[in-house]
């Protein structure tokens, strides 16, 4: 079974720029997440999709980030304009019943 | 609302010696505990988790944890660590119909030969 999937791995911009990351959850995964994790921190949800409707996106800094998952399945995540401290590692997970899997994420450095 | 504390930003042991990492959770609903591992520029792997079953539960590559509702506690262990141990370890807790993770700050373990 393939697991999460997403990409870039890497990417390198300057503020105010913009990025886009892309995730493809497990074959069969109602349900994806999006995580900012923070260097020296744990990851933090960004917001939760059940199918193609959000269920939570209560920390979403909404004035820049969005996401999307138009036909329920992919789903990206945008920031516009970034900032220094979003620099993190972006990851993206989906989930069976209570157990999440975890891709292994997009590093993110703003310069 | 649910938090979880993880005592100890950094373990270091010795191969072969006992490995714990401590989790202390709270949460207002009956809650669902996970420790993660994560590997350098990789992300989080399951070790193990606990679902209102047994409250001594196993994970993969030798490790287990306890559930202590009345200590509030979900401590991580091992009885002899290995080199391939050393990595980051998260507890995370969820509860309510989202099953929304909440992580700890993480636990970095070091095994020194």
């Known amino acids: 079974e393939a697991g999460v999937a997403q990409s870039p791995r890497y990417k390198i911009i300057e503020k105010r720029q913009s990025v886009a990351f892309w995730c493809n959850p497990i074959?069969?995964?109602?349900?994806l997440y999006w995580y900012q994790q923070i260097l020296g921190q744990g990851p933090k949800l960004l917001i939760q999709f059940q199918n193609n409707g959000v269920v939570d996106d209560s920390q979403l800094p909404k004035d820049r980030f969005s996401a999307e998952r138009l036909k329920g399945v992919d789903s990206t995540l945008k920031i516009q304009p970034a900032k220094l401290e979003d620099s993190a590692v972006y990851l993206c997970a989906s989930s069976s019943n209570n157990e999440q899997f975890f891709g292994p994420g997009t590093r993110l450095t703003v310069l | 609302a649910q938090s979880v504390t993880q005592l100890g930003s950094h373990v270091s042991v010795s191969e072969g010696a006992l490995v714990l990492l401590r989790c202390n959770y709270s949460?207002?609903?009956?809650?669902?505990l996970f420790w993660y591992v994560q590997y350098p520029n990789q992300g989080l792997q399951l070790l193990l988790k606990?679902?209102?079953?047994?409250?001594l539960v196993k994970g993969i590559n030798g490790f287990e944890a306890e559930f202590k509702k009345s200590e509030t506690s979900f401590h991580l262990t091992k009885p002899s660590a290995h080199m391939s141990d050393a990595a980051e370890y998260f507890c995370a807790v969820s509860g309510g119909s989202n099953y929304k993770l909440t992580f700890g700050k993480g636990t970095l373990l070091t095994v020194n030969p």
């Open positions: 949460s207002s609903v009956p809650p669902y």
């Open positions: 606990y679902t209102s079953a047994a409250t």
């Open positions: 074959s069969g995964h109602a349900t």
